[in-house]
């Protein structure tokens, strides 16, 4: 389909502004900064545009559309009220630098939110202000260097560890943090391998970085044996709350004996994804690290009214503009009020759902750990790919032809040909038997006709698209006159020549 | 207990799931874990609540607030009070836009990833920049970003920074900076901008300066002076930019910016109690493989057909671990997404007259405020695009709460971070401000200073 740019033509607006009569004209700019050149925004009518972004919607696949078990992102149903919530004008046109007697309301929304967070992580302290997963798990390094440093340990504590199912944001952060990172293997159970962390944890370690149950939708069986060595060498325990709709109301990252947690208000709690965002990180902590905690932190004053506390003196500064993504913690706020206790039964549907899909897949895809499941499991299409030649991939994009979204593929690393499926609690039986049904089809599809999953997908608007070629050849922006038209193919000369707004 | 809405097993489902799955309880899907580190209790909540009960609870929360629709506003400092047209609202609630993971199936996602195609395009149209990213959070950490950038491009291990930028960036950026191992230097301003010489002799061995345009003061900094005096030290400049100044001011690209970010909020997203918003991310050519955070390409189907993915992602976390040039997964896509929407609602045309209407009512509203309520303007000689500042003779923040009882809030107490600013405010006039609630101001200003 076109872009935007190539239904433009000039003199065509969407946008109508005030016009205020007796106004003076604008001052002059001064000659070097005023713009030469208008920037090419598409120029179209109002119902032009409606209807390019109704039609790229049609082009996309989302939870409301139909099931999307894409592993470790937890897609789940986004209730349609908390869209009705966030977009109220008490807080969608509300001001981040309000006085507090003016935000009592947003102030209130986040203390609660903050309350709720500390009692499913078990943990003392929140702050909200991280805005996605992965700002969180900086925020938390930062935090743990925070905590070394007012102990005079900061030299002496430079190691992170990290096991090998860990999510690449888990690295990226400790560089990004100023640590080096200290691998460590899974053993054949799936487990962190305990021997292994042994010999790497010492009073050089700073912390351990662990997903719980881990990406292999497994739940460590040996965390309190790791939670001692730890805390025996002073370091601390990070949790990547990335998994946490396996737990809620079942067993707490502050019971298992973590210091900072993240949460993920999108996956768990239910904030839409939006094609890539937003998100929300919030950190919980125990008491010990609070102190570091960024600024500034939502309080409740003595009085019953709310307020900000900017008087931290050992806070590690601000990872974000203001008190972080407003508009996500209404959404989460109000879809955790909706299950309160019952958070636990949110838990235990996801399990179950999980469980149940991999009882039914687990004969005709390889299994690399067969344990019960938490909220996400990891089959793999090794056996696939050796006996005919169809990978991972090949079964990800044919199951787009059964209507729908593939498994995270190749993910954890540690599991050839992976495919990790979180169903969530959202789901029918009905929609999970007819995905099973889907994935034993098309395992019998690559021993019967292979080339059905090979060239897959064949009833998507585009089939399947060159990655190589997009990153060999970076096209990252439309190129006007010079870009190649719909077809792949260079645009005639003439076209380029037309005249402008024709 | 009765079915909770957002859940579909019935009993009898969970008893042949159970089945299927060879287990007799729920509770045995659990055994995994050790009894010691389980809750064993219920969770301290409150009890669930229906929807409505919830709509109940939350909107009387909302109505506790004084938004802009009940309190005549001027507060910027910025996140600013733009008009959202409907046509965003209808747009970013399309389900299969708003309930979409970030595309890693393109095609199952060709509907946002040309989305973000065509909102890269728009950036580098605005900016005069190569390349855009697909946003990153906001204003702030965008610029932490680039710092990252700036480190690995240059090799050198300082940062600078100007006064006049906003004071939330330079927090996020000096907290960023400790786990980057690079020393943050502040340049001061001189009444009101920025000194290129200052610049200059601050950026010797630094990897990057970065300066607001225009800066939080509202004045214009002499742009193309700073990147010159940067580009001279050998540091990148960096350009934090106002995107709906952009139909107005020169293109940060088109002075020879090295990067040029900045808060998208302004252009599409409600101010909405300080997020969530998009930060922008723009750089040369040169730097496309340091950029962090996604980036959409085009290419082609097996059938020769044009389609977009996600490229460059050997730059990325999932693919690099350590290595990568940042650890940004989920970004603000939805909010770009409106930014897009928003950009092409305005088009060029309305940019343009925007960014004229924002100089004019400022222009008015700062001679009121002088006329009318005998306010002295600060840096009086400088050039101001939509925000200014007033000295008010008196603690700003107590004109600020003297003001908001009689229904209008008249902008930022400066005091609140720029030592010997305790009596400055700063005022900023959107095109959704009137010449006439601008005269109310006035009157609210005249009659509070005067007390």
Same mark, same amino acid.
């Given at each position: ?21 007796? &106004? ?66 008490? *807080? ?14 947003? &102030? ?8 709720? &967070? ?49 999510? $690449? ?84 990252? $502050? ?18 994804? $939006? $094609? ?100 996400? *499991? ?25 209507? *729908? ?13 992976? &495919? ?59 190129? *006007? ?22 | ?17 159970? %089945? ?8 045995? #899907? ?44 001027? #507060? ?21 836009? #708003? ?128 990147? !010159? ?23 940060? %690209?088109?002075? %020879? ?80 997404? %409106? ?102 101001? !006035?009157?609210? #200003? ?6």
């Amino acid at each position: 389909m076109k872009l935007i740019y190539e239904k433009s033509q000039a003199g065509r607006r969407a946008s109508a502004l005030p016009r205020h009569e007796n &106004l003076p004209p604008p001052p002059g700019l001064p000659e070097n900064l005023r713009r030469a050149e208008p920037p090419r925004l598409p120029e179209v009518p109002e119902f032009e545009l409606v209807r390019h972004f109704t039609e790229l919607s049609t082009r996309n696949f989302g939870v409301d559309t139909g099931f999307y078990p894409l592993g470790s992102c937890t897609m789940k149903y986004n209730p349609r009220i908390n869209e009705r919530l966030a977009a109220l004008p008490g *807080f969608a046109r509300l001001h981040p630098l309000q006085e507090e007697e003016g935000a009592q309301g947003a &102030l209130e929304l986040m203390w609660r939110l903050q309350e709720i &967070l500390a009692e499913v992580t078990g943990l003392d302290a929140v702050s909200l202000q991280p805005a996605a997963g992965s700002q969180g798990e900086l925020t938390g390094l930062l935090l743990v260097g925070a905590y070394f440093a007012a102990r005079g340990e900061t030299e002496q504590r430079r190691k992170v560890v990290i096991p090998d199912t860990a999510h $690449g944001t888990n690295p990226a952060s400790v560089t990004m943090a100023g640590y080096e990172l200290t691998p460590v293997r899974t053993d054949a159970r799936g487990n962190i391998d305990v021997d292994d962390l042994r010999g790497k944890v010492d009073e050089h370690t700073a912390a351990l970085m662990l997903t719980n149950p881990s990406t292999l939708g497994l739940f460590d069986e040996n965390i309190q044996e790791i939670e001692r060595i730890f805390h025996e060498a002073g370091a601390l325990m990070y949790y990547d709350g990335a998994n946490l709709n396996a737990v809620c109301g079942i067993s707490r990252p $502050g019971d298992m004996g973590f210091d900072i947690v993240h949460i993920n208000l999108h996956k768990t709690f239910s904030q839409p994804h $939006g $094609g890539g965002g937003p998100g929300g990180g919030p950190v919980a902590v125990r008491d010990i690290v609070e102190p570091f905690l960024p600024v500034p932190a939502v309080v409740q004053r003595g009085e019953g009214g709310y307020g900000l506390d900017f008087d931290r003196p050992q806070t590690i500064g601000k990872v974000r503009g203001f008190t972080g993504p407003f508009g996500v913690f209404v959404r989460s706020y109000a879809f955790l009020r909706m299950w309160g206790p019952r958070l636990r039964e949110m838990s235990e549907t996801a399990v179950l759902n999980a469980n149940y899909v991999l009882a039914r897949l687990k004969d005709a895809y390889d299994l690399p750990f067969d344990r019960l499941c938490m909220h996400e *499991f990891v089959v793999s299409a090794r056996s696939l790919k050796r006996q005919h030649g169809c990978t991972a991939l090949d079964v990800a994009k044919r199951l787009m032809d059964y209507g *729908f979204h593939p498994p995270t593929i190749y993910f954890p690393l540690i599991v050839p040909e992976a &495919l990790m499926v979180e169903p969530t609690e959202t789901e029918a039986r009905e929609t999970l038997d007819a995905f099973c049904d889907a994935m034993l089809a098309i395992a019998r599809e690559a021993v019967d006709e292979p080339e059905l999953l090979k060239e897959a997908p064949h009833h998507r608007p585009v089939q399947r698209l060159d990655e190589v070629r997009a990153a060999k050849q970076p096209v990252v922006k439309y190129g *006007f006159a010079e870009h190649p038209a719909a077809k792949g193919e260079p645009r005639v000369a003439a076209a380029a020549d037309a005249p402008e707004g024709a | 207990m009765t079915q909770h809405p957002f859940l579909a097993l019935t009993d009898s489902d969970r008893e042949d799931m159970l %089945g299927a799955i060879g287990v007799d309880t729920v509770h045995e #899907l659990f055994r995994d874990l050790p009894e010691a580190v389980r809750l064993g209790r219920e969770l301290d909540l409150e009890r669930a609540l229906s929807e409505q009960e919830v709509f109940a609870h939350v909107a009387a929360l909302a109505e506790r607030n004084a938004d802009a629709s009940r309190e005549l506003s001027f #507060l910027g400092a910025g996140m600013y009070d733009h008009y959202v047209p409907a046509v965003v609202d209808a747009i970013l609630q399309r389900g299969e836009l #708003l309930t979409a993971y970030t595309p890693y199936q393109p095609e199952m996602s060709q509907g946002v990833l040309q989305a973000i195609f065509e909102y890269q395009t728009a950036i580098c149209e605005l900016t005069g920049m190569d390349v855009s990213n697909a946003s990153g959070y906001d204003g702030t950490s965008v610029a932490a970003d680039a710092c990252y950038v700036a480190k690995h491009a240059t090799g050198r291990s300082k940062v600078v920074v100007t006064e006049a930028t906003n004071p939330q960036v330079r927090q996020v950026v000096k907290t960023y900076a400790a786990g980057f191992g690079l020393e943050i230097v502040e340049v001061p301003h001189h009444d009101g901008t920025t000194d290129p010489d200052g610049v200059e002799s601050a950026a010797s061995e630094a990897a990057a300066v970065i300066f607001q345009q225009p800066n939080f003061f509202g004045c214009l900094e002499p742009a193309p002076d700073l990147v !010159a005096a940067a580009t001279e030290a050998g540091a990148l400049p960096i350009v934090h930019a106002d995107l709906l100044s952009l139909g107005v001011l020169e293109a940060p %690209g088109r002075y %020879g910016a090295a990067l040029t970010l900045g808060e998208g909020q302004a252009a599409g997203n409600f101010t909405s109690f300080g997020g969530p918003h998009y930060g922008f991310l723009a750089a040369r050519t040169e730097f496309i493989r340091r950029m962090p955070g996604r980036i959409v390409g085009e290419t082609l189907d097996a059938a020769g057909e044009r389609g977009y993915v996600l490229t460059l992602q050997t730059r990325e976390q999932h693919i690099r671990r350590e290595k990568a040039t940042s650890n940004i997964t989920t970004n603000q896509t939805l909010l770009a997404l %409106g930014g897009l929407v928003y950009l092409t609602w305005l088009g060029p045309q309305g940019l343009r007259e925007l960014g004229e209407a924002c100089l004019s009512l400022a222009a008015y509203a700062k001679q009121r405020l002088e006329q009318q309520a005998g306010l002295e303007s600060m840096f009086a000689d400088k050039t101001t695009f939509k925000e200014f500042a007033v000295r008010v003779g008196r603690n700003a923040r107590e004109v600020v709460a003297a003001a908001r009882e009689r229904g209008v809030h008249p902008g930022y107490a400066l005091g609140r971070d720029y030592e010997g600013m305790d009596d400055i405010l700063l005022v900023a006039v959107t095109e959704r401000r009137t010449p006439e609630e601008i005269d109310r101001l !006035a009157d609210v #200003l005249a009659e509070v200073v005067a007390r």
